[in-house]
Structures are given as structure tokens and as C-alpha cells.
Nanobody
Framework: QVQLVESGGGLVQAGGSLRLSCKAS????????MGWFRQAPGKERAFVSAVNSHGDRTYYTDSVKGRFTISRDNAKSTVYLQMNSLKPEDTAVYYCAADSKDLGSRTMSAYDYWGQGTQVTVSS
């Protein structure tokens, strides 16, 4: 069983930055691909970004390319999402997820474990 705990969310003005962290409680963190998804009010949960187990392959949805950066520190069992140039449409609950198959998938069903989410609110 893998437990994921997100942190770093909050309220920020448009154009600002936040860094989300997701700490995993598992010794074998380095075998998992990790993903970030978000769910805005009234919308379905959607893919944001993913990174493979080694951290050398990253994936982004088009709307965050050039603004968000995913990274991981396997020694700390933590994945990060650096979010710059935030926009009001980035407002959502952000979830991290772990994939034991190391696919770096954009699909929710590929992920085995999920965190509880952290709220990000961007004011205009």
C-alpha cells in the first residue's frame, strides 16, 4: 500500500507561482511513475503532468506546457510540480498519483494510488 500526501497548495494571484509536493510513504518509490491531475469545480478530473520512475521523461497537458515543471527526488520519495505564471483557470484541487507500471500515462485508470488532493486557487 502506498500513501501519498500532497502539500503546497494555496491562494495566489494570477501570474504568481506555487510549488506542490507529494510525499510517498513507500520504500520502492523509485519504481513508480508519478502523475499530477486536477479537478476544477463542476469538471472531471484531468491530467496535468507525469514523470517516469527515473525522472528523465516528462509529460504535460498542452495548457500547462512552458509554465509547469514536474520533477522528482527519489531519495526523498517526493514528486514536485512547480507552477509558474498561474492563471485563474488553473484553479482546482490537485492530486498526485502513483503508477507501478511506470507508464507515465495521461489516463487515470493507469494509476494505482492517489492522494487526497490540495487546493490551488488563482485569483484574477
Amino acid at each position: 500500500q502506498v500513501q501519498l500526501v500532497e502539500s503546497g497548495g494555496g491562494l495566489v494571484q494570477a501570474g504568481g507561482s506555487l510549488r506542490l509536493s507529494c510525499k510517498a510513504s513507500v520504500r520502492t518509490f523509485s519504481i513508480y511513475a508519478m502523475g499530477w491531475f486536477r479537478q476544477a469545480p463542476g469538471k472531471e478530473r484531468a491530467f496535468v503532468s507525469a514523470v517516469n520512475s527515473h525522472g528523465d521523461r516528462t509529460y504535460y497537458t498542452d495548457s500547462v506546457k512552458g509554465r509547469f515543471t514536474i520533477s522528482r527526488d527519489n531519495a526523498k520519495s517526493t514528486v514536485y510540480l512547480q507552477m509558474n505564471s498561474l492563471k485563474p483557470e488553473d484553479t482546482a484541487v490537485y492530486y498526485c498519483a502513483a503508477d507501478s507500471k511506470d507508464l507515465g500515462s495521461r489516463t487515470m485508470s493507469a494509476y494505482d494510488y492517489w492522494g487526497q488532493g490540495t487546493q490551488v486557487t488563482v485569483s484574477s
